[in-house]
């Protein structure tokens, strides 16, 4: 019976997650299967993969065949690894101590760099926010200082409404009551000059 090693879908439309599973090939995709060896979650960034990579060996050794997505997700997890040092171990050419010692290096360097993208991506996205924060700013300043000088037109043709047609002198009087002063003094002259007149 020809085993694959692929992926079930589960979960739903847009939002997928995937059982890596040992199947006979010919059944379906969403059929019946041997045994489940893990999960894979591609919505989530760096995905989500949890695989038992001593199952997942043992059916490679037995013949079973991944198909391309899962050979990556077995090569990611460090099972097609395993399986190359059990093999080197059944040819005697490494020590069973030997084969863990380089696996759980491997895992070491493996682990240091996923641990190096998600600090990567969590420092992204706090640039990412700082910008947008700072960007946010710049424009409801921007709206402010538009909205101050707006007002400051208003503010002036509202004084220049309440002084038309009264202009302040030097002195901080009306120019009208000096004009009227003014005519006031002329036409007292004027009598009076009249009145000289008349007594001539």
Same mark, same amino acid.
């Given at each position: 019976m020809p085993v694959k090693i692929r992926l079930q879908r589960h979960g739903k439309k847009g939002k997928p997650y995937f059982w890596i599973i040992a199947a006979d090939s010919r059944s379906k995709r969403d059929g019946k299967f041997l045994e489940k060896l893990g999960f894979y979650n591609p919505t989530t960034n760096p995905a989500q993969i949890d695989?038992?990579?001593?199952?997942?060996v043992k059916w490679l050794q037995n013949g079973a065949q991944p198909t391309d997505t899962a050979r990556a997700i077995l090569s990611y997890k460090g099972a097609l690894m395993k399986n190359h040092l059990a093999?080197?171990? #059944?040819?005697? &050419?490494?020590?069973?101590?030997?084969?863990?010692?380089?696996?759980?290096?491997?895992?070491?360097? $493996? $682990?240091?760099?996923i641990d190096h993208k998600k600090a990567s991506l969590s420092e992204a996205k706090?640039?990412?926010?700082?910008? $947008?924060?700072? &960007?946010? $700013?710049?424009?409801?300043?921007? #709206?402010? &200082?538009?909205?101050?000088?707006?007002?400051?037109?208003?503010?002036?043709?509202? *004084?220049? !409404?309440?002084?038309?047609?009264?202009?302040? *002198?030097?002195?901080?009087?009306?120019?009208?009551?000096? *004009?009227?002063?003014?005519?006031? !003094? *002329?036409?007292?002259?004027?009598?009076?000059?009249?009145?000289?007149?008349?007594?001539?």
């Open positions: 695989l038992d990579v001593d199952s997942a093999g080197g171990v #059944r040819k005697g &050419a490494l020590t069973e101590e030997q084969a863990e010692a380089k696996f759980n290096e491997w895992l070491e360097s $493996k $682990k240091g760099a706090e640039k990412e926010k700082a910008e $947008k924060l700072a &960007a946010e $700013k710049a424009v409801s300043e921007k #709206r402010a &200082a538009e909205a101050a000088a707006a007002a400051a037109p208003a503010e002036e043709k509202a *004084t220049e !409404e309440n002084y038309e047609g009264a202009a302040v *002198t030097e002195e901080g009087e009306p120019e009208a009551n000096v *004009t009227k002063e003014v005519e006031a !003094e *002329t036409a007292e002259e004027a009598k009076a000059e009249e009145k000289k007149d008349s007594e001539a």
